[in-house]
């Protein structure tokens, strides 16, 4: 088990898998982060080295906004558009789908479904 950005990377994955882990990093930044650390995608955690982590980490650092950053620049996004009384941001503080899908049937499962109870 590799530690990596807060994050806990288990040591049976391959380090593709492992670095999807991070919030931020998906398949294709994962490729080419392990491209440019010279490391193989189907290499284990358990076996690299603490080096190799440390360059992972410094690379992850300097070319991409993961995990806290991310989730609250994605967030302060999201309340600018409530802020300025947008459309979208009608949607996303009604949990309403926002890029135009339908919704009558397909949103079912997406919408915030708010049960009362009844009081007696």
């Known amino acids: 088990m590799a530690y990596l950005l807060n994050t806990y990377l288990p040591g049976h994955l391959n380090v593709l898998q492992a670095l999807q882990r ?4 998906g398949r294709s930044s994962g490729l080419s982060l392990c491209a440019m650390c010279g490391i193989s995608p189907n290499t284990r955690v358990s076996k690299l080295r603490p080096a190799q982590l440390e ?3 410094d690379w992850i650092e300097d070319l991409y906004v993961t995990q806290a950053k991310l ?3 994605v967030r302060s996004n999201v309340e600018r558009l409530v802020k300025a009384g947008t459309y979208r941001g009608f949607r996303h503080t009604l949990g309403l789908p926002v890029r135009g899908q339908q919704t ?3 949103a079912q499962t997406a919408r915030v479904r ?3 109870k009844r009081k007696k």
Do not use: C, D, E
Not at 22 to 25: A, L, S, T
């Open 114 to 116: 708010r049960v009362y």
């Open 22 to 25: 991070v919030h931020g990093i």
């Open 104 to 106: 009558q049937t397909n």
């Open 71 to 73: 989730k609250r620049s």
């Open 55 to 57: 360059v992972l980490g």
